[in-house]
């Protein structure tokens, strides 16, 4: 398994069966999409879904409901190529098992409604890798990636570190990476460097960097 980090929370999975994209927002550059086999996305957060990326595309797409709704409103030509999954669905997507996990976004404020979010685990050749969207919903399951994300108005830096903590993979990607600075995230780094246990690593990468 191939795992490509792009802009915020996109990252690109190379499966033994093809390629699936996850959550190209607006902060993620279009190319992310090309050769795409298949689209996940989590939540109707533009960070997360942008319709013209996926009109650049023309790779079935895998979605809550929500943003299903949303894409008939914005994009019915995408909405289309849409299937909607639901918590605890199990699906083979591009050659990859697929399992849809939590349905809630992560508390934003008491005042704001809560929002629709499902993470995905993807397994292909014997390795997993986890995308929990905008959520701190642990997968229920041991996997060997987390995608983990380090910065949102949802956030703080104690609740990243206990998420990686709880989940438990050896090795955890940094995403949803635009809302800090470069010191920002160097400061994340390091509290994950000084605060995980051993046996779990925490990386960063730059967008087109592969981990």
């Not at 650049?56 to 030509?77: F, K, Y």
Request: net charge negative; aromatic share 6%.
């Amino acid at each position: 398994m191939r795992i490509t980090k792009f802009g915020h929370a996109c990252v690109r999975v190379q499966g033994e069966g093809g390629v699936i994209v996850l959550d190209p927002g607006v902060f993620t550059d279009p190319a992310a999409l090309e050769g795409a086999d298949a689209v996940l996305i989590t939540h109707e957060h533009p960070d997360h879904v942008h319709p013209d990326h996926l009109r650049g595309s023309d790779a079935p797409i895998w979605t809550i409901a929500a943003v299903h709704r949303l894409l008939r409103e914005q994009a019915p030509d995408v909405a289309d190529r849409v299937s909607v999954v639901r918590p605890g669905d199990r699906l083979e997507v591009a050659g990859t098992a697929v399992e849809v996990v939590g349905e809630k976004h992560a508390v934003i404020h008491p005042d704001y409604d809560r929002f629709d979010n499902s993470g995905y685990v993807l397994e292909s050749g014997g390795a997993s890798v986890y995308h929990p969207g905008d959520a701190l919903t642990p997968p229920g399951r041991a996997v060997d990636v987390l995608l983990a994300p380090v910065s949102a108005p949802w956030l703080k830096v104690s609740e990243a570190i206990d998420f990686v903590r709880e989940v438990g993979a050896p090795r955890s990607l940094g995403i949803h990476d635009r809302v800090y600075s470069d010191i920002g995230l160097d400061m994340v780094a390091t509290h994950m460097a000084n605060l995980l246990p051993k046996g779990q690593a925490f990386e960063r990468r730059e967008p087109g960097q592969d981990l």
